[in-house]
């Protein structure tokens, strides 16, 4: 599934959208999309794809629109001991690390 | 992820060609393994990613590596275009697989009841040669006709396919084992086929019958993850 969305980011890019990725690289417990997840996103507020159930998404979009900003990835953890578990935790009880990078 | 290298995956997807992108997590370094060469350890565990067919996160030299293949769709041949094979198509390829419709009666296999789905006119036994099935594919056969379907099963018990599935009644496919025993199929190997083909839903219409062959598909695939209550 992961290269439909590849191929809509090159889409949302050759039309002249700054595009993010973001992907699953590691996940603990029950966290609801294995590694390889993708989500793509656009400076726009345009996603494609998905990281968990829709539980932190909002929170990886916002990070995406930094990246897209400043050019450097970077390494988002989540979990119920992130501090801003009440926000963006898993209700699940799971943990996972997303990596997020600009498409350029 | 730069462009080109976008480019690069997307390509090699098109070609039906497996790839990894590794990534370095400390600086999103990336390279396209194989199309790039990567040094031996970074290949090896490449080369294991793709194997599994899993992305692995993997420390090398003190740096964390995230391994993601990119292998080529898994297929699914049908054999009969006939009426449940048309609900069969598009879930499949929902579903991610690429599938291929086997029958050389031109009247049911037509693109008119299978837009956009490839068709194959050859004879089964002829196409599933051609096809040939391999770890990553299942096939299923469909026609309820011994001409069609027993040499498709034929070719499909003799390759690797993880998924191998006949429909008709329990009586039907006791019939079609002693036929293939006939051919020189061992039981053991027979039972390779599954059949009454599809999880027992309880399945009456075409759609149904499709959702319950896909969902034992995808269970042969991946397992069932929760133990009987």
């Keep these: ?104 | 992820m730069r462009r080109a290298t976008l480019d690069a995956l997307l390509a090699a997807r098109a070609a039906k060609r497996a790839v990894v992108l590794a990534t370095r997590l400390g600086d999103g370094a990336q390279h396209l393994w194989p199309e790039e060469a990567l040094p031996g350890a970074l290949a090896e565990a490449a080369q294991a990613a793709l194997d599994l067919d899993k992305p692995q996160t993997i420390a090398l030299d003190g740096e964390a590596w995230f391994l993601q293949p990119f292998s080529p769709p898994l297929r699914l041949i049908v054999v009969g275009a006939v009426h449940v094979a048309q609900a069969l198509a598009p879930l499949a390829a929902t579903l991610g697989y690429a599938v291929t419709i086997v029958d050389p009666r031109r009247a049911f296999a037509t693109e008119e009841r299978f837009a956009g789905v490839a068709l194959n006119h050859d004879w089964p036994d002829e196409a599933l040669t051609a096809l040939a099935p391999d770890a990553r594919t299942a096939v299923v056969t469909l026609t309820h006709d011994p001409k069609l379907d027993d040499p498709a099963l034929d070719v499909a018990l003799r390759s690797r396919a993880f998924y191998i599935g006949a429909l008709g009644s329990t009586r039907t496919h006791a019939k079609r084992v002693a036929r293939l025993k006939e051919m020189g199929h061992e039981d053991g190997a027979i039972a390779r086929i599954a059949a009454p083909v599809g999880l027992d839903i309880g399945a009456v219409t075409a759609p149904e019958i499709a959702l319950s062959i896909m969902a034992e598909i995808v269970q042969r695939r991946r397992g069932p993850k929760r133990r009987a209550p």
């Design chain 1, 1 to 104: 599934m992961s290269d439909d969305i590849l191929a809509t980011a090159a889409a949302w890019a050759d039309a002249g959208e700054q595009v993010a990725l973001a992907t699953v690289v590691e996940t603990w417990g029950s966290s609801p999309r294995p590694a390889g997840s993708m989500l793509a996103v656009t400076a726009s507020g345009r996603m494609a794809g998905s990281v968990s159930g829709g539980c932190i998404e909002g929170a990886v979009a916002e990070a995406a629109r930094e990246t897209m900003r400043t050019g450097a990835p970077q390494l988002l953890d989540f979990g119920i001991s992130d501090e801003r578990a009440w926000e963006v935790g898993l209700a699940c009880g799971g943990k996972l690390k997303v990596f997020v990078e600009k498409l350029a």
